[in-house]
């Protein structure tokens, strides 16, 4: 049993920052993927940023170069730092940790942008 804890969102100002956290707890052998998905009403979960156990990452063309990911293995935890926030960034964000043929999800944390 794995489970993940996000915290970090709330209501931020357009141009503002943000740093989402989650943390996995239980059962945790080795998580090879870390990743943050997010969701806004009526659109598709999409994925923003994913980090590998080694620390190659993957962002989603919209954000990068305003947001960052990173991963503290030890602490099995895993930050979104996003910078430069837009009106489009409001959503449900999303904490995703990926084993061998098994993944995991955290409950999500609202993130708002809005003057």
């Known amino acids: 049993q794995v489970q993940l804890v996000e915290s970090g969102g709330g209501l931020v100002q357009p141009g503002g920052s943000l740093t989402l956290s989650c943390a996995a707890s239980?059962?945790?052998?080795?998580?090879?993927?870390m990743g943050w998905y997010r969701q806004a009403p009526g659109k598709q979960r999409e994925l923003v940023a994913a980090?590998?156990?080694?620390?190659?990452?993957n962002y989603a063309d919209s954000v990068k170069g305003r947001f960052t990911i990173s991963r503290d293995n030890a602490k099995n935890t895993v930050f979104l730092q996003m910078n430069s926030l837009k009106s489009e960034d409001t959503a449900e964000y999303y904490c995703?940790?990926?084993?061998?043929?098994?993944?995991?999800w955290g409950q999500g944390t609202q993130v708002t942008v809005s003057s």
């Open positions: 980090i590998a156990r080694g620390g190659s990452t």
């Open positions: 995703n940790a990926q084993f061998i043929g098994k993944e995991y």
């Open positions: 239980g059962t945790i052998l080795r998580i090879y993927n």
